[in-house]
């Protein structure tokens, strides 16, 4: 295994911006130091980025995210191919371009539709674990094929006004098993597709 996430607890950010022209998180550890990030390839302008937090406004069907360690080597690629971001493919780069490009895949998050339960996938889209969670959409357990908790998601309250008003969602990490890097990066990602399917209409604000 290499190091990427191999620690006993992390968190995922948002930055604070009332409208959200560019997708991004940070992974970072309990002191705050950057280990990652997450960014989409596309910026989009203001006026792009309050229509498509509407809920009326049809979504696009695709967009690659790229993971990005804090030496600045692009990780993962991280692809949404459908509206609802109810499926998401993880894959390594391949060749570089104008963008960084997916290789071979090696995961998958699928969500279903009450934004409650996430399925991890493997290459060959196995089940290898479930993130379930409670009915407030804020403790996500992240259990194995036999049910056994080896990880939890868990959305942190963030100050009233960045709950309402920003995106500024904050998720507290915690890996409790020694699992492989590919596994790790999956329980990061699914923090990260579960925010965009329960909380990213508050772009609109």
Known sequence: MTDLFNLPSMRVEQPRKVVQTQTRYDVVDDQGTLLAYVTDQQVRSRREAVRAALPQTVRSTHATLVLTDAEEVPRFVIDKVDAWNTHVHLAVPGEEGEAVMRGDRIGTVRANSTRRQYFLLDA????????????????????????????????????????LF????????????????????????????????????????
């Open 124 to 163: 060959d889209e196995n089940e290898l674990a479930q993130a379930v969670g409670d009915l407030r959409l804020r403790s996500f357990p992240v259990t194995d094929n036999e049910r056994r908790r080896f990880a939890g998601i868990n959305k942190k309250w963030a100050g009233l006004r960045a709950e």
């Open 166 to 205: 920003t995106t500024a969602d904050r998720y507290a990490i915690e890996l409790t098993e020694e699992v492989s890097e590919a596994l790790r990066v999956l329980v990061v990602v699914t923090a990260i597709v579960l925010d965009m399917m329960a909380y990213e209409s508050k772009e609109l604000v």
